[in-house]
């Protein structure tokens, strides 16, 4: 069995804002610990709850929700 020794983690936020996004950066955390390389993947980006070691990648968006411009 191949030892995996990746994961990319893949949410609207990378911050605390409800169920998910606790299980999403939990699940970094804990996955970190285990020595595994972590990419956590968002649309919207706050250094509020960042984890050291873990690779951020986001495109910087806005919620869609929170946007007057609903075309955008």
Known sequence: MNKIDTVVIVN???????????VAIETA???????IN???FSAENLN???????????????????DKNKLR
């Open 29 to 35: 955390e804990l996955l970190l610990k285990k020595g």
């Open 12 to 22: 609207d936020f990378n911050y605390i804002n409800g169920g998910a996004a606790k």
């Open 38 to 40: 972590v990419y956590f």
């Open 48 to 66: 509020k709850d960042k984890i050291d070691g873990v690779n951020y990648v986001s495109t910087n968006q806005k919620a869609s929700l929170d």
